[in-house]
């Protein structure tokens, strides 16, 4: 008897958003609120049983949250123009997806460092806190990336295939049906790696930031093996993906920069989290 799979494939969305009268809410838009909200509740706790201000987390996102969009939409019109509409509104048709991630994290990064050295804060303790809320964010996004049907793999047979429409479909693949949900593994994998970052800060000494160095490589790794599945549009460099090599750049980064952080640490006996007690100032008008 042949064997049937329990699950013939995953389905796409029909719609990428939903009418209230005569406003459009697109899924993308919603999942990116929701992935800030992710953010800020995980952070809040880490940072909060550190002694530190909830009220700090929610400043650093009400200026990172722009700052990301702003990071990121430049960096897709960088690196993806062909893929924005021929329009005057092109460039600014997020709601269309189009968020480079590593331009948008950078963006947002920067902004809360900004927030965190006026606020006196302690910024590499506050940069472990929010490395999971990082990952947990960057996941919840992805779920807009499924209404919009875009960032997946080649095809396969596979019982968990992703089912895309033909409009969606790159040149070349217009016969192929289901691919690999390339959005789903990075899900998987940063709620994992979040995860583990939780884990290894509860149970390893490690010293700040080494956690958020860690989350450099780590996801820069699932994305690694991400770029090699992905079929859609794309520059191409030496005849990979540019988001390939910008990954194996920021992994190597990333776990060189936590080598020599763990490294520095060793010239200290000090508790690797100085002053738990006031970890970060009071926001005004908190």
């Given at each position: 008897?042949?064997?049937?799979?329990?699950?013939?494939?995953?389905?796409?969305?029909?719609?990428?958003?939903?009418?209230?009268?005569?406003?459009?809410?697109?899924?993308?838009?919603?999942?990116?609120?929701?992935?800030?909200?992710?953010?800020?509740?995980?952070?809040s706790r880490r940072?909060?049983?550190?002694?530190?201000?909830?009220a700090l987390v929610q400043e650093c996102a009400l200026w990172g949250f722009p700052a990301g969009l702003?990071?990121?939409?430049l960096?897709?019109?960088?690196?993806?123009?062909?893929?924005?509409?021929?329009?005057w509104w092109g460039p600014f048709a997020i709601w269309r997806g189009g968020l480079g991630v590593w331009g948008g994290i950078a963006s947002g990064v920067l902004v809360g460092i900004w927030v965190l050295h006026r606020r006196g804060a302690n910024i590499p303790l506050f940069m472990d806190c929010v490395a999971p809320g990082l990952l947990v964010a960057q996941a919840i996004g992805r779920v807009g990336n499924w209404f919009n049907q875009e960032l997946f793999g080649g095809p396969t047979t596979l019982p968990w295939g992703l089912k895309i429409d033909r409009a969606h479909r790159p040149a070349g693949y217009e016969s192929d049906a289901t691919f690999h949900p390339t959005f789903l593994y990075e899900i998987i994998w940063n709620l994992g790696l979040a995860a583990f970052l939780v884990w290894l800060g509860h149970h390893r000494r490690i010293r700040p930031p080494g956690l958020f160095a860690l989350y450099v490589a780590g996801y820069s790794l699932g994305r690694i093996?991400?770029?090699?599945?992905?079929?859609?549009?794309?520059k191409h460099i030496l005849g990979?993906?540019?988001?390939?090599?910008?990954?194996?750049?920021?992994?190597?980064?990333?776990?060189?920069?936590?080598?020599?952080?763990?490294?520095?640490?060793?010239?200290?006996?000090?508790?690797?989290?100085?002053?738990?007690?006031?970890?970060?100032?009071?926001?005004?008008?908190?």
């Open positions: 008897m042949p064997h049937v799979p329990l699950l013939a494939f995953l389905p796409s969305p029909s719609e990428n958003g939903f009418h209230v009268g005569p406003l459009l809410f697109r899924a993308y838009g919603i999942c990116y609120v929701f992935a800030v909200l992710g953010a800020v509740v995980v952070t940072w909060e049983k550190l002694g530190g201000d909830g702003i990071g990121g939409r960096y897709f019109l960088a690196t993806s123009w062909n893929e924005v509409p021929d329009a093996w991400s770029e090699l599945l992905r079929v859609d549009p794309a990979m993906r540019l988001n390939f090599w910008v990954a194996i750049a920021l992994f190597l980064v990333g776990m060189i920069w936590f080598v020599r952080i763990q490294r520095a640490g060793r010239d200290f006996d000090a508790d690797p989290y100085p002053d738990r007690r006031e970890v970060g100032a009071p926001v005004a008008g908190s």
